[in-house]
C-alpha cells in the first residue's frame, strides 16, 4: 500500500540535484507498484514543476501505474498482427473469463488486464504475456488453461 511518509522520504533523498523527475517516479513505482495521485502535488511542488507537467510526464511513461495492481499481470496484444489471427475475439473472452475490463484490476486484487502493441510475438498471434512470460497462439481454450493458473 501507499504510504505517504515513505513516498515523502523518497522525494526528500533527492533534494538539491537536478532533472530527478524520472527517477523519483521510477523509485515510487518501485517501492509501492503504483504512483498515487496524491504524489502529484508533492512533486510539482518539490521539483518547481507544474500539476499538469507532473501528471504529463506520469502518463507518458506506460511503465508508471496509477492505481495499484493485480498480483498476476495479463497483457493482450492489441497489435495488427495479433488482430488478424483474433486478438479481439480473445480480448472479449479474456474479459468476460477474468471478470475484468482492459486495463482494470479484478476486485480480490488477483488480476489485472492490459492492452499492449505488440509483444515481439508477431508470427505467433495472439500473443499474451502472463507476468513476464510470453505465450503464442492464444486462442480461447489456451486462454482459459491459463487463466486457471491465477491464484
Ligand atoms: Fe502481437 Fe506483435 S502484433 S506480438
Not at 497462439?137 to 491459463?146: H, L
Amino acid at each position: 500500500p501507499w504510504q505517504r511518509n515513505r513516498a515523502l522520504a523518497i522525494v526528500e533523498s533527492y533534494r538539491g540535484q537536478r532533472g530527478t523527475l524520472l527517477p523519483i517516479l521510477h523509485d515510487l513505482q518501485h517501492e509501492f507498484g503504483f504512483i498515487n495521485d496524491e504524489a502529484v502535488p508533492v512533486l510539482a511542488q518539490a521539483l518547481n514543476l507544474s500539476r499538469a507537467e507532473v501528471h504529463g510526464v506520469i502518463s507518458f511513461y506506460h511503465d508508471f501505474k496509477r492505481q495499484p495492481q493485480g498480483r498476476t499481470v495479463v497483457k493482450l496484444c492489441r497489435a495488427e498482427a495479433c488482430q488478424s489471427v483474433g486478438a479481439n475475439r480473445l480480448v472479449a473472452h479474456a474479459e468476460r473469463r477474468l471478470g475484468v475490463t482492459m486495463g482494470g484490476t479484478s476486485a480480490d486484487g488477483s488480476v489485472t488486464l492490459e492492452g499492449v502493441f505488440c509483444l515481439g510475438n508477431c508470427a505467433l498471434g495472439p500473443a499474451v504475456m502472463v507476468d513476464d512470460q510470453l505465450h503464442g497462439r492464444v486462442d480461447t481454450v489456451r486462454f482459459d488453461s491459463i487463466a486457471g493458473d491465477i491464484r
